[in-house]
């Protein structure tokens, strides 16, 4: 089993900057793909960025790509999400999940998530 707790949101003004993190209790943390997701309200909830275990590789979503950046520290066993220049339309609650994969992948599918944090809120204020 594997718990994932999510901080950093809050309420900023466009053109700001964030940086979410995701604290995981796994023992074998580098053993898994993690993902950050996100769900406006009203709206499915959508893939947003993932890396592998090893962090060698990075994925994104179109409408993130290159305001976004995920990392993570399989010391601290933290997944990171650096949002900058933050739209209004990245307003939602953002989740991170994670995936049992130490394959070199990573993943944008939701289903193939097993676990799930609680989210963290996200305003942007215009």
């Known amino acids: 089993q594997v718990q994932l707790v999510e901080s950093g949101g809050g309420l900023v003004q466009a053109g700001d900057s964030l940086r979410l993190s995701c604290a995981a209790s796994?023992?074998?943390?580098?053993?898994?793909?993690m993902g950050w997701f996100r769900q406006a309200p009203g709206k499915e909830r959508e893939f947003v960025a993932t890396?592998?275990?090893?962090?060698?590789?990075?994925y994104y979503a179109d409408s993130v790509k290159g305001r976004f950046t995920i990392s993570r520290d399989n010391v601290k066993n933290t997944v990171y999400l650096q949002m900058n220049s933050l739209k209004p339309e990245d307003m939602a609650v953002y989740y991170c999940?994670?995936?049992?994969?130490?394959?070199?992948?990573?993943?944008?599918?939701?289903?193939?998530?097993?676990?799930w944090g609680q989210g963290t809120q996200v305003t942007v204020s215009s």
């Open positions: 796994a023992r074998t943390f580098s053993s898994y793909v």
């Open positions: 890396i592998n275990w090893s962090g060698s590789r990075t």
């Open positions: 999940a994670a995936r049992f994969d130490y394959s070199g992948s990573y993943s944008y599918i939701e289903n193939e998530y097993r676990y």
